[in-house]
């Protein structure tokens, strides 16, 4: 089956990260994909060419409107639309595309592939039809599609075999050794803790860095390029000392070394979509630096997951945790920070999180579901 995915790059890599996801899981179980972004930049590092798989084109947004591309030989190539349109976030595919899309003998099943969101409305409004009645599409059915963490949702990207793979290597003491010593990192000290930041720019970075570096416990931290990089190096400036915390500056990973990075570590702190999820599968305690938006929505988005994150812990735990989770945010006192070590030597914190991702494992995966959804929905 022919898949053509549209995407637009609005800003940081989470859009274009969870378009190269899908793209990647659709063509690893068979079929045809062709991604069409306004930006690839992104994927140069990504998703570095020599590892895609030749079922996967990638293409410019607006050879879409040309509604024609030159393959790799130079030859002009005639473009019709193919089984499934999936249109990431609203991106709304080009009108020239949409106008064809009516021409084909069975119109393809266009999906609108929403963000992810743990609130409830979004089992209500989750594969809803969507008639259109203007524009270049009048006649077709937009549907609107929502990942989620409930069985009446979407469901999760996740590819077969991935707990698998992970399992293989956070059981093997020489892969995550191996594994450091190919991002140029020393052997980790003994009882030596290793911590991933991966943030946008108003996480309290120095707040963090002050606590692991008066912690008993050494701490490495590994920072992603970025926001985290340049915050820490702020906080390194200056300093004669950085007490028990090493810094690592990382270069930009490919999705699959990012994620052997998560696995590796003790805590992940993550921000967006895409390395959300992926630190969920990585079944470590993790912090999500939550996409912030001017009308301040998303403290309510971190709210729901929270909820259903933590629907069965124990209260004091559940408490804790998002105490700590909205002051990395900036929804609560920062002073709320500085329960992040106590709180990360509660073997709780790992255990009850092993819990819920395997609430989350039982359920199908969104490419799965998807799948299903094409074939059966009309």
Not at 64 to 77: C, E, F, H, I, K
Not at 81 to 92: D, K, R, S
Not at 265 to 277: F, I, P, T, Y
Not at 340 to 359: C, H, M
Request: aromatic letters at 10%; hydrophobic letters at 45%.
């Amino acid at each position: 089956m022919l898949w053509d995915v549209f995407c637009r790059v609005i800003d940081n890599f989470g859009d274009i990260g969870v378009c190269w996801r899908l793209c990647r899981d659709l063509a690893d179980r068979g079929h045809t994909v062709r991604l069409w972004v306004d930006d690839a930049c992104a994927l140069s590092w990504m998703a570095p060419e020599e590892s895609r798989p030749s079922a996967i084109s990638v293409l410019d947004w607006a050879d879409a409107q040309d509604m024609r591309y030159l393959d790799q030989q130079g030859q002009p190539v005639e473009v019709t639309p193919g089984e499934v349109v999936i249109e990431a976030f609203g991106c709304n595919p080009p009108d020239a595309f949409v106008a064809a899309m009516l021409l084909r003998e069975d119109a393809p099943k266009w999906i609108n592939l929403e963000y992810l969101s743990a609130e409830d409305w979004v089992e209500r409004c989750h594969a809803l039809p969507s008639p259109v009645f203007n524009g270049p599409g009048v006649g077709l059915t937009k549907w609107f599609y929502y990942p989620g963490f409930t069985r009446a949702t979407g469901g999760l990207l996740r590819e077969p075999g991935l707990l698998a793979e992970r399992a293989a290597f956070t059981q093997s003491a020489s892969a995550k050794a191996n594994w450091l010593r190919q991002l140029g990192a020393a052997p980790l000290a003994d009882g030596e803790r290793l911590v991933s930041v991966f943030c946008y720019d108003h996480a309290p970075m120095a707040s963090l860095l002050d606590q692991l570096a008066a912690a008993p416990t050494p701490y490495r931290v590994m920072l992603t390029p970025g926001p985290a990089s340049q915050l820490a190096q702020a906080w390194q400036d200056g300093r004669a000392d950085t007490g028990a915390v090493h810094l690592h500056y990382l270069p930009h990973l490919p999705q699959t070394a990012f994620d052997k990075l998560l696995w590796a570590c003790d805590l992940n702190l993550v921000r967006g979509e895409d390395s959300a999820v992926r630190a969920i599968w990585a079944d470590r305690p993790h912090i999500w630096n939550i996409y912030p938006q001017d009308d301040g929505v998303h403290a309510y988005k971190l709210d729901a997951f929270l909820e259903r994150w933590t629907a069965h812990w124990p209260p004091d735990l559940q408490s804790r945790l998002t105490r700590v989770w909205k002051a990395w945010n900036a929804l609560g006192p920062a002073n709320d920070l500085q329960d992040l070590i106590s709180l990360l030597d509660d073997p709780r914190w790992a255990e009850f999180g092993r819990q819920s991702v395997k609430t989350l494992a039982e359920m199908p995966d969104l490419v799965t579901q998807l799948g299903d959804f094409v074939t059966q929905s009309s």
